[in-house]
């Protein structure tokens, strides 16, 4: 059975850090580009970040570069978000994502708010 389960949300305050985690299981993780999607109450969801199958390679959207990390432990089966110096609008329910187009699938998400 495929699964994709994020950890790590929870409430933080501005300036402050959060590290996210996605563990999968069912299928080749290794095999997959791995991605980290947000989305805000009233918004769509949108790319944070993503990493290529060995790590070496990764992608920011404009808005978190600089200031978060995504990283993978493929003996783990696991992707990371590391998320520095944090803003109110970083505020969403973060999703994991394995793969892309017909075949991409999804964790359920975590929660990620930002207020003092």
């Known amino acids: 059975q495929v699964q994709l389960v994020e950890s790590g949300g929870g409430l933080v305050q501005p300036g402050g850090s959060l590290k996210l985690s996605c563990a999968a299981s069912?299928?080749?993780?290794?095999?997959?580009?791995m991605s980290w999607y947000r989305q805000a109450p009233g918004k769509e969801r949108e790319l944070v970040a993503a990493v290529s199958t060995t790590g070496d390679s990764t992608n920011y959207a404009d808005s978190v570069k600089g200031r978060f990390t995504i990283s993978r432990d493929n003996a783990k089966k696991t992707v990371y978000l590391q998320m520095n110096s944090v803003t109110p609008e970083d505020t969403a329910m973060y999703y994991c994502?394995?793969?892309?187009?017909?075949?991409?699938?999804w964790g359920r998400g975590t929660q990620v708010t930002v207020s003092s």
């Open positions: 994502k394995a793969g892309g187009g017909p075949s991409r699938m």
């Open positions: 069912g299928f080749t993780f290794r095999s997959y580009v």
